[in-house]
């Protein structure tokens, strides 16, 4: 994911064009491949066992390598193989980049370590964020000086992000801000999260974004927002909640949520953590709030459900 935002820093910098970042991150998507496809194109794998590691990270926050290994299908070496060839994704843009004569190599490497000063990045924490670290992405972008929020959000989003990779689009953009205002949608799934670290989630989206991530998770071309659709987002946001109290047990916090609501023109309004997120099918809002007390969701129809 590090390509998105370096992506975006150059255009936010000048240094290339929307439609020059666009192309490039094509480009991109077209070489890289996922971490199953080369296993089983390396004859480590067969597809009905990347299916069973697909699964799996259904349930729990890990590696695709992790949960490979756990199962017995493969080994450290092979995985430590696959993943040299996964790496440096930053390169993939960069060849496109210099390929189509956007910029030169020499811009480019310019701006990669104008990117590393300007946010203060040490060797080890560059390195890990090129390397694909979402850890230290997201505490890279996380910008609150509340050690408490940034402790919370920080690990939901890290996770939040892995599993939109993993299940909905590898190729997404995060900007955080913290609002005191609406944040409204055509359609906004929303779910809370209770105990001692409680929390309220919610995704809001326009139909667009709404029915790209329907279909991701559904596996086929959704057209409508019929109730297979919004069943699907459900999920998502359901699945992934799911994941953050299996990882909150492990770190010694037992949690719960409520079931997740769905409405159709509905504002989120309260003291919220807004995260914008940038798809390659359009852009939708995760709203994220730890005072779930102080957030309403304020219905505009009587399109209500609970799933």
Known sequence: ???QYFGHYLLNRGLITREQLADALEFQKSVHVKFGVIAVDEGYMTPLQVEEVHLKQKQVDKRFGEIAIEFGFLTDDQVEALVSKQKQNHLFLAQALVDREYMTIDQFGT??????KEYSLSDDQFEAIKSGSMEALIENLLETNDSKKKATYGKYL????KNLIRFIDDQVYLEVAEQEVEQKGNWIVHQEIIGESPL????AANEEAFLHIASQHAEEELTEVDELAKASVCEFLNLNNGIYLVNMSNWGMELNMKPQEISENAAVAGDSFLVTVTTSKGSFQLILADQPEMISVQRQTKNKQTV
Request: charged share 10%.
């Open 1 to 3: 994911m590090f390509s």
């Open 111 to 116: 701006a990669l370590n104008d990117y590393k």
């Open 158 to 161: 890290s996770l939040f992000a």
């Open 200 to 203: 309220f989630t919610a995704i």
